[in-house]
């Protein structure tokens, strides 16, 4: 099974976020690591080509620093990595990626494509069907399980409230990944002396170029939400927070 | 002629989905706001008694939007149906739900038509004659008023609780109901879906509980649990947690709150080491009083607390549990 697994470099969890002068975007002085649900779609195709062989393909999109997911994934045993290297990706929204990734791979033949399902920055969730519908493949969303069978594959649906369902599925298809499908591997040392040597494709803006357009939506400001609840702080030593805290619950929520 | 704002419903296992309502009093806001038309509409099998509910609300007009390639759903057939409905229609604005089910089509009926979706909207501005909608980013850090750079149709979905289901307004006589039968072609739909199921047996029911204390990452190791089952057994009240916890074997899924959990709405909730991940809160910010504990004074779950402790759990929680005890001793 060939499988592309679409990745994104997204600020780390903790960072702390700045707006930037236009306020339109963060000051990009923080610290990145990959989108949790990509972890988690490259190591379901890791899985995937353990039981059943191929070659596993890794593709971002991002500036230089990206690059950092591309390597990683490589040294947890992906077998190739494609770059779309420019800084203008990080604002270019999920139509214009789709678009990018489809152009990108126009020449490639995958069985599956997987994405995690939404991203941990924007968070709109919409990259992977958007490509589906680009390539003309069926797709199927928040996947926590995949297995092959006679006529492609089944996959189970995550649904609200705790249920699932399953699908049946032809190939070739795109899937987005939900966190928690499995455990996440660490890449081994001799994984990551492997990486140095494995193939990893720059594709230059201009080669996309075509495709690439305004986005249809824009983000005319970003700012901190606006506080609609009155939250009290309590403060001081653990031993005076909990009376204060248990006092409160007591007289004033009425809770206790 | 104004301009039309269309509410998709969602209907599923034979019941529209109460998340409709809230949808249907976002457009009603819209409408007033604008002073476009709002319509409604419904797909699926058959969906005749749907749309008849969705009629009896203050509403211009409602589609039923039926054929049995409809049922069961598929992103093919909905796509394809919805496309069509819209094309006929001509709305300005399109409104859904932002459910998984929505999640699974709606960025392909937007595509297969050039153009766009907000997604998982919690409100909107207008300003002047611009209407920007309302988003969180960077699981809450941060919102965003967003503007549609394209014509019609925009497609915008809205977050769980973001409107509320229950103020959605009657109509005075109930509106003219349209039965709309798309074409699906055969050969069209290409997954072929299975019966819907409830993975593990129910052993809690979280909806239940009065007051609930749940964890996340910030427990750091599943051990730790045992001082927030403590703290919730001091209280009368039940565990629960965020997905890694879950997703992590630590706790139950049964036990997980957010939107592939349990939604809740108990007395109160205590949060402990939970950063307020989007996902998470959509499932508890209906609570009446919530408390935070978290390290991060920037965590956004201090955005919808109402009691915030910015410090150490595991400093704060064993003197909790004693204050708790003395309090339920003396009274």
């Given at each position: 099974?060939?499988?592309?697994?679409?990745?994104k470099?997204?600020?780390?969890?903790?960072?702390?976020?700045?707006?930037?002068?236009?306020?339109?975007?963060?000051?990009?002085?923080v610290?990145?690591?990959v989108?949790?649900p990509?972890?988690?779609?490259?190591?379901?195709?890791?899985?995937?080509?353990?039981?059943?062989g191929?070659?596993?393909?890794?593709?971002?999109?991002?500036?230089?620093?990206?690059?950092?997911?591309?390597r990683?994934?490589l040294?947890?045993?992906a077998?190739?990595?494609?770059?779309?290297?420019?800084?203008?990706?990080?604002g270019?929204?999920?139509?214009?990626?789709?678009?990018?990734?489809?152009?990108?791979?126009?020449?490639?033949?995958?069985?599956?494509?997987?994405?995690?399902?939404?991203?941990?920055?924007?968070?709109?969730?919409?990259?992977?069907?958007?490509?589906?519908?680009?390539?003309?493949?069926?797709?199927?969303?928040?996947?926590?399980?995949?297995?092959?069978?006679?006529?492609?594959?089944?996959?189970?649906?995550?649904?609200?409230?705790?249920?699932?369902?399953?699908?049946?599925?032809?190939?070739p298809?795109?899937?987005?990944?939900?966190?928690?499908?499995?455990k996440?591997?660490?890449?081994?040392?001799?994984?990551?002396k492997?990486?140095?040597?494995?193939?990893?494709?720059?594709?230059?803006?201009?080669?996309?170029?075509?495709?690439?357009?305004?986005?249809l939506?824009?983000?005319?400001?970003?700012?901190v939400?606006?506080?609609?609840?009155?939250?009290e702080?309590?403060?001081?030593?653990?031993?005076?927070?909990?009376?204060?805290?248990?006092?409160?619950?007591r007289?004033?929520?009425?809770?206790? | 002629?104004?301009?039309?704002?269309?509410?998709?419903?969602?209907?599923?296992?034979?019941?529209?989905?109460?998340?409709?309502?809230?949808?249907?009093?976002?457009?009603?806001?819209?409408?007033?706001d604008?002073?476009?038309?709002?319509?409604?509409?419904?797909?699926g099998?058959?969906?005749?008694?749907?749309?008849?509910?969705?009629?009896?609300?203050?509403?211009?007009?409602?589609?039923?939007?039926?054929?049995?390639?409809?049922?069961?759903?598929?992103?093919d057939?909905f796509?394809?149906?919805?496309k069509?409905?819209?094309?006929?229609?001509?709305?300005?604005?399109?409104l859904?739900?932002?459910?998984?089910?929505?999640r699974?089509?709606?960025?392909?009926?937007?595509?297969?038509?050039?153009?766009?979706?907000?997604?998982?909207?919690?409100g909107?501005?207008?300003?002047?004659?611009?209407?920007?909608?309302?988003?969180?980013?960077?699981?809450?850090?941060?919102?965003?008023?967003?503007?549609?750079?394209?014509?019609?149709?925009?497609?915008?979905?809205?977050q769980n609780?973001?409107?509320r289901?229950?103020?959605?307004?009657?109509?005075?006589?109930a509106?003219?109901v349209?039965?709309?039968?798309?074409?699906?072609?055969?050969?069209?739909?290409?997954?072929?879906?299975?019966?819907?199921f409830?993975?593990?047996?129910?052993?809690?029911?979280?909806t239940?509980?009065?007051?609930?204390?749940?964890?996340?990452?910030?427990?750091?190791?599943?051990k730790?649990?045992?001082?927030?089952?403590?703290?919730a057994?001091a209280?009368?009240?039940?565990?629960?947690?965020?997905?890694?916890?879950?997703?992590?074997?630590?706790?139950?899924?049964?036990?997980?709150i957010?939107?592939?959990?349990?939604?809740?709405?108990?007395k109160?909730?205590?949060?402990?080491?939970?950063?307020?991940?989007?996902?998470?809160?959509?499932?508890?910010?209906?609570?009446?009083?919530?408390?935070?504990?978290?390290?991060?004074?920037?965590?956004?779950i201090?955005?919808?607390a109402?009691?915030?402790?910015v410090?150490?759990l595991?400093?704060?929680?064993?003197?909790?549990?004693?204050e708790?005890?003395?309090?339920?001793?003396?009274s």
């Open positions: 099974m060939n499988i592309l697994v679409c990745m470099q997204v600020p780390q969890k903790d960072a702390p976020l700045k707006l930037n002068d236009t306020a339109a975007w963060i000051r990009e002085d610290s990145y690591e989108n949790e990509d972890a988690y779609a490259l190591e379901e195709a890791l899985r995937q080509k353990e039981k059943h191929g070659e596993v393909t890794v593709i971002t999109a991002g500036p230089a620093r990206a690059q950092q997911v591309l990683e994934a040294a947890k045993g077998d190739r990595a494609i770059h779309l290297e420019d800084s203008v990706f990080v270019l929204d999920a139509s214009n990626t789709a678009r990018a990734f489809a152009t990108a791979i126009k020449d490639e033949s995958f069985d599956l494509i997987f994405t995690g399902l939404q991203s941990d920055d924007y968070g709109y969730a919409q990259t992977g069907v958007i490509l589906a519908e680009l390539l003309g493949w069926p797709h199927a969303t928040i996947i926590m399980q995949i297995e092959k069978t006679d006529g492609g594959i089944r996959v189970k649906r995550e649904l609200e409230a705790g249920y699932f369902q399953f699908v049946d599925m032809p190939l298809a795109v899937l987005t990944i939900q966190s928690g499908i499995n996440l591997r660490y890449a081994t040392l001799i994984g990551i492997q990486a140095k040597n494995k193939p990893l494709r720059k594709v230059a803006l201009a080669e996309v170029q075509s495709v690439v357009g305004a986005n939506q824009k983000i005319e400001r970003l700012y939400p606006q506080k609609t609840k009155n939250t702080f309590l403060e001081g030593p653990p031993g005076e927070v909990a009376k204060k805290l248990v006092e409160k619950l007289n004033q929520a009425r809770v206790l | 002629m104004p301009d039309t704002i269309l509410v998709i419903a969602e209907q599923r296992e034979g019941k529209l989905n109460r998340v409709s309502w809230e949808t249907l009093t976002a457009g009603q806001a819209l409408a007033a604008t002073g476009w038309t709002l319509e409604a509409a419904v797909a099998g058959s969906v005749g008694d749907f749309a008849r509910e969705l009629a009896a609300k203050s509403v211009a007009n409602v589609y039923a939007a039926e054929s049995p390639k409809l049922d069961p759903y598929t992103p057939a796509a394809a149906a919805l069509q409905l819209i094309e006929s229609k001509q709305p300005k604005l399109v859904l739900p932002h459910t998984y089910q929505v699974d089509f709606v960025p392909k009926l937007a595509t297969a038509m050039g153009r766009t979706v907000i997604s998982d909207c919690v909107y501005k207008k300003e002047g004659d611009r209407l920007l909608f309302t988003r969180q980013m960077f699981q809450g850090k941060l919102a965003a008023d967003v503007s549609f750079a394209c014509d019609a149709p925009w497609f915008v979905t809205l609780g973001a409107f289901g229950d103020q959605v307004e009657t109509g005075g006589s509106a003219p349209e039965t709309f039968t798309p074409e699906i072609a055969d050969g069209a739909i290409r997954n072929k879906p299975l019966e819907v409830k993975e593990a047996k129910q052993a809690v029911d979280l239940q509980a009065d007051i609930i204390v749940a964890v996340g990452r910030g427990i750091k190791e599943q730790n649990i045992d001082l927030a089952k403590q703290l057994e209280l009368g009240g039940e565990l629960a947690a965020s997905r890694p916890i879950c997703d992590s074997g630590w706790l139950p899924m049964d036990r997980q957010g939107s592939s959990g349990q939604t809740v709405a108990p109160l909730y205590l949060a402990l080491g939970i950063s307020g991940a989007i996902q998470h809160i959509v499932g508890m910010k209906g609570a009446r009083t919530i408390v935070a504990v978290n390290k991060d004074s920037e965590a956004p201090f955005e919808i109402d009691y915030a402790v410090g150490n595991f400093d704060i929680v064993p003197p909790l549990i004693e708790v005890k003395k309090a339920k001793a003396g």
